[in-house]
């Protein structure tokens, strides 16, 4: 798939999540065979600050490319001065964040309040495409609410100002994250740009992201909570997609050492105590369905060190591989 100068192995693509796709996130989805990955939503304002936390999320170190930064803000000159600092730091794509739909995000005229504000959402498009060499892309929503649906019009409006992509969420920011996202409104985004377009919403299964392809024409799939705890995701889209194949779904045993590995990434690129409370979420969704899982969740939320972490996992594992066949809850 080609997006701007930049051609991506394949179209299947991690959404970016704020708290969850850091780095650690980002290498297991490129392992599995992501064609890109996006960073966490990361504040323009805040790179011209030279906030040091802000930084580390645009630290792409050890990460294989392409990877896309995705920045959020409303003024057009500091989008543009962050474009230029992500950029140098080693992004492949500076994407920005029109779909963030969080109260404290859109209150500041920044995320999905910009598609209230398509002159001033054109303007931030035009400032940053003039100030970087990397393509610039765009992720939107379906609209604001029911009576403001105007992804069509507005993902015109953004390929007008010079954006290479655009990335379609089939909610309105109303929404949320709740409902059914829709997917025609994603057809006809397709339908109205030349340029290519990714569709976001639902996708929790390889199936998913092969239908979705099949019904909107979209040129890729933007995968987000889906993946969660979930990073083989990729590889099976990938394997549907390109073989027409169905990859087997994890065993208990994959999800375990798949959390013990995610877990010590997240120890190499970040502070251990730190590193261990944002894992506590994500072994959440790692256990997720699995026997007893609620009792090990409640077990690692009080546990501090990767050294324990690992033995509270490992010991799980040796109980499961222990257990009589057909022992659940």
């Known amino acids: 798939m080609q997006i701007g100068n930049v051609t991506i ?13 850091d780095k650690a996130f980002r290498i297991l989805a490129k392992e599995q065979g992501c064609g890109l990955v996006y960073t966490e939503m990361v504040s323009a304002k805040a790179l011209t600050y030279n906030n040091k936390r802000t930084f580390d999320l645009i630290d792409l170190t050890d990460e294989q490319p392409p990877i896309s930064v995705q920045l959020f803000g409303s003024e057009p000159q500091i989008m543009a001065e962050g474009a230029k600092i992500a ?7 500076i994407d920005i964040n029109m779909g963030c739909p969080v109260p404290k995000v859109v209150k500041n005229r920044e995320g999905s ?17 003039k100030s970087v060499k990397v393509p610039v892309t765009v992720k939107i929503r379906k609209g604001w609410d029911e009576n403001n649906v105007v992804a069509v019009d507005f993902a015109r409006r953004m390929e007008g100002a010079g954006a290479s992509l655009i990335a379609v969420h089939g909610r309105t920011r109303c929404q949320m994250y709740s409902g059914r996202a829709d997917w025609e409104i994603i057809a006809e985004v397709k339908k109205n740009v030349k340029i290519p377009v990714l569709g976001n919403g639902d996708i929790f299964k390889a199936r998913d992201a092969l239908e ?12 987000g909570r889906g993946a969660m705890g979930n990073p083989w995701l990729f590889a099976q889209i990938i394997a549907l997609l390109n073989e027409g194949k169905e990859i087997p779904l ?4 994959d999800r375990i050492l798949m959390a013990i590995r995610h877990a010590r990434l997240s120890v190499k690129y970040s502070e251990e105590k730190v590193a261990i ?3 506590r979420k994500h072994i959440g969704w ?13 077990a690692v ?3 501090t060190t990767f050294e324990k972490l690992t033995d509270l996992l490992y010991g799980y594992l040796e109980e499961v591989n222990n257990r009589p066949s057909g022992d659940g809850e």
């Open 87 to 93: 950029e140098a730091y080693g992004a492949s794509f």
């Open 113 to 129: 309040a910009l598609m209230l504000e398509p002159q001033l959402a054109e303007a931030i498009v035009e400032e940053v495409v």
């Open 301 to 303: 939320n009080k546990v």
């Open 9 to 21: 192995d394949n179209p299947v693509v991690l959404a970016p999540m704020a708290g969850v796709t």
């Open 212 to 223: 979705m392809m099949e019904k909107t024409g979209c040129d890729g799939v933007m995968v």
């Open 277 to 279: 409370k944002e894992m």
């Open 286 to 298: 790692y256990f997720k369905g699995l026997p007893h899982g609620a009792r090990i969740r409640d």
């Open 250 to 253: 994890p065993s208990v045993e």
